[in-house]
């Protein structure tokens, strides 16, 4: 009887074990929709990198063959030719693109927090539950 209700208490630690792995663990499925939702936030950076990379290619190329670019890429540092000046007109700000590597994402190699050894307790503590619950089961005699 005792062996029975060992073996019953076993599987059911065993059991509640690999079902909160499945679910909790750090290869579990909440995990993984962690991992998408960082894949996500990667792929959109990259997008944005790309884009930016394509302006900035597209700018080197006007630069390169257009004077007339040229020009007016040195007015928006405020330089002028020898026979023009520079007029500030107060309350009127020049409009830039601002350059930006893209969005800073944050990938953590390691989880803070392994959920695996108190999943492994909590197994534990539920198979002892058990065996001591099939205890107190009144038993036949045959």
């Not at 065993?14 to 909790?24: E, H, M």
């Amino acid at each position: 009887m005792i062996l029975r209700r060992l073996l019953v208490s076993l599987y059911t630690g065993g059991v509640v074990y690999l079902s909160t792995t499945l679910f909790f663990g750090s290869t579990g499925i909440v995990a993984y929709r962690e991992l998408l939702t960082q894949h996500q936030l990667l792929i959109e950076n990259l997008r944005r990198n790309e884009e930016q990379g394509e302006r900035l290619q597209r700018r080197i190329q006007n630069l390169q063959s257009d004077p007339e670019q040229i020009r007016l890429e040195a007015r928006t540092y405020h330089l002028v030719q020898n026979n023009e000046a520079f007029v500030r007109i107060v309350g009127r700000e020049g409009t830039s693109e601002p350059l930006s590597p893209g969005g800073i994402v944050k990938v953590s190699a390691n989880l803070p927090f392994r959920p695996e050894p108190f999943l492994r307790a909590f197994s534990i503590c539920i198979g002892i539950v058990v065996f001591l619950l099939l205890g107190f089961h009144p038993t036949r005699k045959r």
